[in-house]
């Protein structure tokens, strides 16, 4: 990731966590509805009552003020992790995360949300991305070692 999307990342941090839950609300409802094969691995009431929204913005908003610092993420990481495995999360599932991620920001920054924004949000998302599927490969990999034991 580029110093000056690192800049820009925290530049629009201020105005995102204003609209961080309508962000993830929003996401939900976009990506669920052309995603519907997603759908059965989230927790329905956690998404009627908003719980998931709050925890997905509080991830990606605690991401984006560290960027620097990604070090003071390590615990963090390792159990939205673990959540992840006990649901199956796969590597492939995070570019569609992504993209609702972005389409959801540009539609509640409005002008805010230039061409650079999203690009530097888009590098944001797919660094922390790599991180998690790192984490979660080693996690899988421990599992079917222990399965075959
Ligand atoms: C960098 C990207 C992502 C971030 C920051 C993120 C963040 C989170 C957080 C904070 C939680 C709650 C964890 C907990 O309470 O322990 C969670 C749970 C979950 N995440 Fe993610 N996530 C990401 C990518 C994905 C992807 C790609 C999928 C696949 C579709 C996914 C599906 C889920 C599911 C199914 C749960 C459990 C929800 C439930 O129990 O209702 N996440 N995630």
């Given at each position: 990731?580029?110093?000056?999307?690192?800049?820009i990342?925290?530049?629009?941090l201020p105005a995102?966590?204003?609209?961080?839950e309508?962000?993830?609300?929003y996401?939900?409802?976009?990506m669920?509805g052309?995603?519907?094969e997603?759908r059965?691995?989230?927790?329905?009431?956690?998404?009627a009552?908003?719980t998931?929204?709050?925890?997905?913005a509080?991830?990606?908003l605690?991401y984006a003020?560290n960027?620097d610092?990604?070090d003071?993420?390590?615990t963090?990481?390792?159990?939205?992790a673990?959540?992840h495995?006990?649901v199956?999360?796969?590597a492939?599932?995070?570019p569609i995360?992504g993209k609702?991620?972005l389409?959801a920001?540009?539609?509640v920054?409005?002008?805010?949300?230039?061409p650079?924004?999203l690009e530097?949000w888009g590098?944001?998302?797919?660094?922390?991305a790599e991180?998690m599927?790192?984490?979660e490969?080693g996690?899988?990999a421990?599992?079917?070692?222990v399965a075959?034991?």
């Amino acid at each position: 990731m580029l110093d000056q999307q690192k800049t820009i990342v925290k530049a629009t941090l201020p105005a995102l966590k204003v609209h961080g839950e309508e962000i993830t609300r929003y996401f939900y409802q976009e990506m669920l509805g052309a995603h519907p094969e997603l759908r059965s691995m989230f927790n329905a009431s956690d998404q009627a009552d908003g719980t998931q929204a709050k925890r997905l913005a509080g991830a990606i908003l605690a991401y984006a003020g560290n960027i620097d610092r990604l070090d003071l993420l390590g615990t963090a990481v390792n159990q939205i992790a673990r959540s992840h495995v006990r649901v199956h999360v796969q590597a492939d599932q995070y570019p569609i995360v992504g993209k609702y991620l972005l389409i959801a920001i540009k539609s509640v920054l409005g002008e805010a949300a230039t061409p650079e924004v999203l690009e530097a949000w888009g590098a944001a998302y797919g660094q922390l991305a790599e991180i998690m599927i790192s984490i979660e490969k080693g996690m899988y990999a421990e599992a079917a070692a222990v399965a075959a034991d």
